[in-house]
């Protein structure tokens, strides 16, 4: 069964990524768009630079045009963001995205936007699960992609250029031109390096690119930017003696940085350096979004600087929905997607990285600088965090632990606990500790935050401990 799990659907290509269930997925959402009283409505689809992407764009593309539907495809491997920006700026009911965003090279996936351009919310894709339920395979109607095109119903254009000048209005290019920054790229093999490339070098950055080749291995590393895959990057910096580096996901939603010592900056770090930067030097009012495995210094800045932090589950969906409702400056995850006011309503690694490069323009300081800036004003707080694999059956007997038998770890102070979105602790000392099961990967995942390392690892044992990890 063709399940969305918190960034649309993911599978195994030749396993669950197939053929058929693309085609099952298109079909499904031309239900739901019959009943919603959109027949004839045009649809924008991207894809990105896996294995079998562009196909797969095609292959939704014909369902959809077979079944009365406009397409208007992006015509080469494109950033996720371009896709949300078309689908808001053109007004669109829907969009598709073909992609696996950070997974390994062995998945590939869609992405579903709604209108506004935003992520799909379960409300969405529980209707298309369940239209696809009810879809006999073989009654599916089809029509050949070249011969879509040339009746029209297929449309092939690139809004790349609209989608970069629009980030240009956005930001202070005139400062970023008097810094004359030097700045590493690291697309990681993934979409992001064409816009991106323009938008730095039309700012006079002297920007130095890597890894931007077309590789649907990612170089045999996985395409998500951390401190592990970003080694040859962090050289780079150092040997070049760059300001700054900076690195996207596969599909260019997330952002990963190396600052000027070489040093990973977590997202953590990021995302509080942009709203304080946002608050501080810009001028803006409003509060910030995170989810709950995000760090809780953000709650801290923000209410130095009189504003309020929310707390969401995971899934952008529930960031972008909570920003909207409340006019925040910013939301972002832990996993290094962020979102800004007056921009797309999703993520978007390529503004968040123009942003930053002008953060650094306009203060004139080092990203070491700016957050010793604000930890001397509202100290600092250690995070940790853990991976497990899991099988099915694995997976099913910790579900039990978790939420039947609502087992917990040996610890003391427990203040607050929050099943909604797996199990989250609060404590008396400020610390926090939550273990929640992937939404896009087979992974049982475990984040902390304490005044201390030794807290904040302590934490994660004792649920490791709990459940024989």
Known sequence: MLQFGTGGWRAVIADGFTKANLRLLAAGLCRLMDKEGLNGSELCIGYDRRFLSKE???????????????????????????????????????????????????????????????????????????????????????????????????????????????????????????????????????????????????????????????????????????????????????????????????DADRLGVIDEKGGFIHPNTLLVLLYYYLVKYRGWLGPCVRNNSTTHLLDRVAAGLGQKCYEVPVGFKYVSAKMSETNAVIGGESSGGMAVRGHISGKDGIYAATLLTEMLAVTGKSISALYTEITDTYGELRYREADFKMTPARKEELKSLLFEKELLPALDGIEKIDRSDGVKLWFTDGSWVICRFSGTEPLLRMAAEAENAERADALIAAWRTLLDL
């Open 56 to 250: 797969s764009a095609h292959w939704l593309a014909e369902v959809l045009a077979a079944n009365g539907y406009r397409v208007l495809m992006i015509n080469r491997s494109s950033p996720t963001p371009l896709i949300m920006y078309t689908v808001k700026t053109m007004d669109m009911p829907y969009g598709l995205m073909v992609t696996a965003s950070h997974n390994p090279a062995i998945y590939n996936g869609v992405k579903i936007f709604t209108a506004g351009g935003r992520d799909a919310d379960k409300s969405v894709t529980n209707r298309i699960e369940a239209e696809i339920a009810g879809i006999d395979e073989a009654a599916i109607r089809s029509i050949d992609y070249d011969e879509a095109l040339r009746q029209g119903l297929v449309r092939e254009d690139n809004t790349a250029n609209d989608y970069i000048d629009s980030i240009l209005s956005l930001v202070d290019t005139q400062a970023i031109k008097r810094a004359r920054l030097r700045i590493a790229l690291d697309p990681m093999y993934g979409v992001s390096q064409t816009c991106l490339r323009t938008i730095l070098m039309t700012c006079r950055c002297d920007l130095e690119v890597i890894h931007d080749r077309h590789d649907t291995l990612f170089g045999g590393k996985l395409p998500a930017p951390n401190a592990h895959t970003l080694v040859q990057l962090s050289n780079y910096v150092t040997d070049r003696h760059c300001d700054l580096g900076v690195a996207t996901d596969g």
